[in-house]
T-cell receptor, first 106, second 114 residues
């Protein structure tokens, strides 16, 4: 199956800082999703992005499918951004990475 | 409903008991997925339905796990003779058009086997 690697595994930020999370995948994919899993365990859709760049408020994502990676940018981080960020590659089912645990400190 | 609904939210069972977990997908979504998330890990695929047809069950860890979606809407994941390693969060997701639309997840059922 497709291998999905996320880095870094853990990230500690001061409120207001910017950060970049990376997702590498081992094979061509139809699509890619980014999720935020909040401390209550809810998986929230952030982006559905096969290629190119999308922005939603303080978050943006870029996928370069030909080079098999995607990046998630968090700008001006807030404590509510804390949680685990997952990328998942899509054929029909999702194959998830192990996640990046983000802690934003006030 | 507006989102994917799962019940119960929490389930505690003794080892050896049978459990049933329910998923009510977003109205009109023909594709439904079950995933298992162990503590500290990403979700892993269990099984996939398109309408009432179970098209892929390759992720089910043993023959103690069984899923159904008899009318192409609500789905039930059943685990027989539960074991401690079955303890996990079970997530259900649905999508309008598989591979071309995002999957939307429910809040999950946290299963603890004592």
């Amino acid at each position: 199956g497709i291998q999905v690697e996320q880095s870094p595994p853990d990230l500690i930020l001061q409120e207001g800082a910017n950060s970049t999370l990376r997702c590498n995948f081992s094979d061509s994919v139809n699509n890619l999703q980014w999720f935020h899993q909040n401390p209550w365990g809810q998986l929230i859709n952030l982006f559905y992005i096969p290629s190119g760049t999308k922005q939603n408020g303080r978050l943006s994502a870029t996928t370069v499918a030909t080079e098999r990676y995607s990046l998630l940018y968090i700008s001006s981080s807030q404590t509510t951004d804390s949680g685990v960020y997952f990328c998942a590659v899509v054929d029909y089912k999702l194959s998830f990475g192990a996640g990046t645990t983000v802690t934003v400190r006030a | 409903g507006a989102g994917v609904s799962q019940s119960p939210r929490y389930k505690v069972a003794k080892r050896g008991q049978d459990v049933a977990l329910r998923c009510d997908p977003i109205s009109g979504h023909v594709s439904l997925f079950w995933y298992q998330q162990a503590l500290g890990q990403g979700p892993e695929f269990l099984t996939y339905f398109q309408n009432e047809a179970q098209l892929d069950k390759s992720g089910l860890p043993s023959d103690r796990f069984f899923a159904e979606r008899p009318e192409g809407s609500v789905s039930t994941l059943k685990i027989q003779r539960t074991q401690q390693e079955d303890s996990a969060v079970y997530l259900c997701a649905s999508t309008l058009l598989v591979g071309d639309q995002p999957q939307h997840f429910g809040d999950g059922t946290r299963l603890s086997i004592l």
